[in-house]
C-alpha cells in the first residue's frame, strides 16, 4: 500500500541518504541523463531540509521510498534560479519553488505525481503568502540520440495540475549527462501558476 506523506519540519538523515538515491536513478533517464553524486545529492537536499516553509512529500511503500517531490520558497533558491525573476521585475518572496518530483518507473500511472502535486499546492495556499508558483523543466532536442522511442513529454500532465509554460523565463544549470565526460550547461524553461487569479 502506498502512503504519502509531507513534512514541513526536518526529515532524518536515514531519508535525505534515500531521496539522494532515488534523485540520482530517476534524473538518469531522459530528458535530465543526470549522473549526480552522493556527496552533491546531500548537500542539495539539506538546503531543502533546513529552509523555513519548505516542504518535502514522501511515497512510501511500505518502509520504501519509492517517490518524493520537494518546495521552497524562490527566496532560499540559488541566484540562477532566482535571476530569471528578478531581470522581470517579479518579487521573488512571493513565489514558492517547486524543486522536483521523482518517481519509480514502477509507480508512475497511479496518480501519486498528481497526489504530489496537490501536496504542495495545498501548503502553499496555507503559508497565505505566495501568489505565484513555479518549476522548470529541462529543454533537450526533439532529435536527441538518447531519446527513447517511448518518451513522452510532461507537458500534458502539468497543465492539468493548472501550470502555464512562460513565454522567455529559462534559466540555466550545469551538470553532466551520462554521456559526456565533463559538466555542461543545460537550460531550463520555467512553468507556472497563478494563485491570485
Not at 514522501?58 to 517531490?69: E, R
Not at 519553488?97 to 500511472?109: D, F, I, M, N, T
Amino acid at each position: 500500500m502506498i502512503i504519502i506523506k509531507s513534512f514541513t519540519g526536518s526529515i532524518e538523515e536515514e531519508y535525505i541518504i534515500e531521496l539522494a538515491k532515488l534523485r540520482m536513478e530517476v534524473f538518469k533517464d531522459f530528458p535530465y541523463l543526470y549522473e549526480g553524486s552522493m556527496d552533491y545529492e546531500k548537500a542539495y537536499l539539506k538546503i531543502y531540509n533546513h529552509s523555513q516553509d519548505r516542504i518535502i512529500v514522501i511515497a512510501f511503500d511500505g518502509q520504501n521510498i519509492v517517490g518524493a517531490s520537494t518546495g521552497i520558497p524562490m527566496e532560499f533558491e540559488t541566484d540562477n534560479v532566482k535571476k530569471p525573476w528578478l531581470e522581470q521585475n517579479f518579487d521573488t518572496e512571493k513565489i514558492f519553488y517547486y524543486g522536483e518530483s521523482v518517481l519509480l518507473k514502477a509507480y508512475r500511472g497511479r496518480g501519486i505525481g498528481v497526489q504530489f502535486f496537490k501536496h504542495r499546492e495545498n501548503w502553499v495556499k496555507e503559508l497565505n503568502r505566495f501568489n505565484l508558483i513555479t518549476f522548470c523543466g529541462v529543454v533537450r532536442p526533439s532529435n536527441h540520440p538518447l531519446k527513447p522511442d517511448d518518451y513522452h513529454p510532461l507537458d500534458d500532465f502539468w497543465e492539468k495540475r493548472g501550470f502555464v509554460k512562460t513565454k522567455n523565463l529559462v534559466c540555466r544549470m550545469n551538470w553532466k549527462d551520462i554521456n559526456e565526460e565533463t559538466e555542461s550547461q543545460k537550460l531550463l524553461h520555467f512553468w507556472y501558476k497563478n494563485l491570485s487569479v
